[in-house]
């Protein structure tokens, strides 16, 4: 009898024992992804966007790093990060070239879904009191250049941008065209923005840098300066200072570390699945910047509203 008993037990143990073994290896720890994150809105909604479904539909732990310009490619070379949501192409297709198209260190990772269109703008009420301020040739008049000086600029009219690590064409159009203007920095996209507020709520004369997607353009009426056409031979002058034309449509894309197909085969499916349109970052961005909106509360807005759309990302 206390054979039996002993047999039992010991049965018992094994099985015990099997099973423990067993359930890590049906259960395993999904390792983290590694987002990199550069300071403006459409690029924070996208990195919280992903790392909602990731982390609550997939079962990832995303972490967000947050990088300069001039890293995004290196970054994911190293495997430091593993996707980029968001690259404009233009200012930056000699790395496009080298790091995904010669030296295939970083993956193209599809396009995003959203038209980039940078360009030069300013408020209506400038183009109704000066027609001629329409097209570039109205600024080669140093009286109506003049128009937009400050005390740093001297004569010359200013025209404001962001941060020099955005890479604009602006200055090398300007001295090409042999514009009597001169370009300053407001720093950041919120310094930017905010000096376009202050402006336009005080009727005054600004010209500027800016792009859509963007919110301010459902705030405010923004006229674009026409610039001579856009060219691709134009802009293959980038590098030397050539370009003098009109800003090219920018489809956006996205940039993977080549590792991430192997290192989480689902979260690498999904982030090539991963985009949208204008419209809904544009909805976003509004939710955020009209009504107050943090981004979090934004993203999962449109969550809701457009189920069908991210869950058709997930593998």
């Not at 905010?194 to 004369?205: L, M, N, R």
């Amino acid at each position: 009898m206390m054979l039996r008993v002993y047999l039992i037990v010991v049965m018992i143990l094994v099985m015990t024992s099997c099973t423990n073994t067993e359930s890590p290896s049906v259960e395993q720890e999904k390792p983290v992804i590694k987002l990199a994150q550069r300071d403006w809105l459409g690029f924070e909604l996208d990195n919280m966007l992903a790392k909602i479904i990731l982390e609550e539909e997939m079962g990832y732990t995303v972490e967000i790093i947050d990088i300069e310009a001039d890293q995004q490619f290196e970054i994911l070379v190293q495997g430091e990060a593993h996707a980029v949501l968001e690259i404009w192409p233009i200012t930056w297709l000699n790395d496009i070239e080298r790091y995904m198209e010669v030296e295939k260190t970083v993956e193209h990772g599809g396009n995003l879904g959203v038209l980039g269109k940078i360009g030069w703008f300013m408020p209506k009420y400038m183009v109704e009191k000066h027609p001629e301020l329409a097209t570039w040739e109205g600024f080669k008049d140093p009286e109506l250049a003049r128009l937009f000086s400050t005390p740093s600029t001297g004569d010359k009219g200013q025209f404001l941008t962001g941060s020099p690590d955005w890479l604009d064409a602006a200055g090398y159009i300007i001295s090409n065209l042999d514009l009597p203007l001169q370009v300053e920095f407001a720093g950041s996209e919120e310094v930017l923005v905010e000096s376009i507020i202050t402006a336009y709520e005080k009727e005054e004369p600004i010209l500027f840098y800016f792009w859509t997607p963007h919110y301010l353009f459902a705030k405010f009426s923004l006229t674009p300066v026409k610039l001579p056409p856009y060219s691709d031979e134009c802009y293959a002058k980038f590098d030397t200072g050539g370009v003098d034309c009109e800003y090219p449509t920018d489809a956006l894309l996205k940039a993977l570390w080549p590792g991430l197909k192997d290192y989480a085969p689902d979260a690498y499916g999904f982030l090539k699945n991963f985009g949208f349109t204008n419209e809904d970052q544009i909805s976003m961005m509004a939710s955020v910047e009209m009504e107050g909106k943090t981004v979090e509360q934004s993203v999962r807005i449109w969550m809701e509203q457009n189920e069908v759309t991210w869950q058709a990302w997930i593998p």
